[in-house]
Each structure stands twice: as C-alpha cells, then as structure tokens.
C-alpha cells in the first residue's frame, strides 16, 4: 500500500516553462487536493476535486491546472513558470465525509529560476 | 480565513508540558493537528470534530471548544521527539477543504 504517490521529487525549471507535478493515490479515496507551502509558512490550497471529472479551486490557484480523469491520479500543471512559484508542493487525499484523516504525499520541491 | 495559532514558537526542556492554541473567526466542522519535520511531510496526529470532544493519543491530547471556535493541542511530559512544526488544520463547510494556521515551532532540548 504506497498510499499518496508524488512524482518528481526535486525539480528546477526556468521562468516560462510548464511542467506537470503527478500524484497518485491507491486508497480510492474520492478527495484529493494540492497545497503549497512557502518557506516558514503553512500550507495553502491550490486545487482540489471531490471525485473523477469534478475539480475547483482552492485559495491560490492562479497559474495552475488540475485535471481528474480517474479516482486515482489529481496532476497539477504550471501553464508558465515564474519565480513566485518556487515552493514546496504537497497532495493529500482522503475519503469524504468529516472526521477522515487527509493524508499527505511526501512533497515536491520545486525551484523556478 | 486561515486560522490563528499561538504562540509562533516555544522552546521546551524534555519532561516539560506545552500548550499551543489555534482559532478562528468562523464555525468551524472539525479541526485537523499536524506535526511537521524540517524537510518532511505533515504527519497527522488527530482530528477533532464539532460538539467539543477531546482526544488523546499517548501524551499528546488536544480540545475543541466549539462556542470558542478554538482548539488546544496538550503535550504533556514533552520528548525530544515531539520537535517541529505543528499545524493546525479547520474545516468549515463539507468539502474537506483544510485551511492552516502558519504552525508553531516547537522544540525539545535535551
């Protein structure tokens, strides 16, 4: 049991360019969600879905994409890399319903020049 | 609206207890308690949900106070390995939408 799966870990791109951060869970659960945390700060919500094909957006979700195309997989692309998007990125996914715990993939650190 | 947590930073000797508050302006559904390591992902330690429960995990318990709209996280006798950051997470409406506080850093001198 892998649990939330992130894909790269590391990552340097330059101003401009896209790319596309992979998370994949294998506990079937319907909500998955993308945070960002900058240095010394918490964690804000970029995009989350609520099952496959339902996506919305979260508190800072301005140069970025999701898509859900099955119950598994929540991808989120950078259209156009720029220097404020330099940050760690985390998925989480749980089951809904309140009281679920959201786990939390290990992380994808991302450095844009 | 990102919660507030309190104090931003505590310094603790080991055996010491420790106390670290989060609220918000809004009626909240649950409240969610991560710790963090330098470097690592959040790790979740307990889930509080709306009719003022307590829960307790080892040495480590927290409250919700529902008419507060506030939680406590309670470590008691603290261990070197409770140093980090610890987040608290609030959840408002049903859409499993976690909003966190900006963390506490807490450490454990030996």
């Known amino acids: 049991n892998a649990g939330v799966t992130q894909t790269p870990k590391f990552q340097v791109l330059k101003t401009g360019q896209s790319m596309t951060l992979q998370c994949a869970q294998d506990?079937?659960?319907?909500?998955m969600s993308w945070y960002r945390q900058d240095p010394g700060m918490g964690l804000r919500l970029i995009h989350y879905?609520?099952?496959?094909?339902?996506?919305d957006q979260g508190e800072v979700p301005n140069g970025y994409n999701v898509s859900r195309s099955t119950t598994e997989d929540f991808p989120l692309r950078l259209l156009s890399a720029a220097p404020s998007q330099t940050s760690v990125y985390f998925c989480?996914?749980?089951?809904?319903?309140?009281?679920?715990?959201?786990?939390f993939g290990e992380g994808s650190w991302l450095t844009v020049v | 609206q990102q919660p507030v947590q309190s104090p931003q930073a505590v310094i603790l000797r080991e055996g010491e207890d420790a106390v670290i508050n989060c609220s918000s302006s809004k009626a909240l559904y649950s409240v969610h308690w991560y710790r963090q390591k330098h470097g690592e992902a959040p790790i979740f330690l307990m889930i509080?949900?709306?009719?003022?429960e307590q829960k307790g995990h080892d040495k480590i318990s927290a409250s919700f106070n529902e008419k507060k709209q506030q939680s406590s996280l309670y470590l008691t006798a603290s261990q070197l390995s409770y140093s980090g950051t610890y987040f608290c997470g609030t959840e408002i409406g049903s859409a499993r939408q976690l909003t966190f506080g900006s963390g506490t850093q807490l450490t454990v001198l030996p």
């Open positions: 989480a996914s749980s089951y809904m319903g309140r009281g679920n715990t959201i786990y």
């Open positions: 506990m079937n659960h319907e909500y």
């Open positions: 879905s609520v099952g496959a094909g339902i996506t």
């Open positions: 509080l949900l709306k009719g003022g």
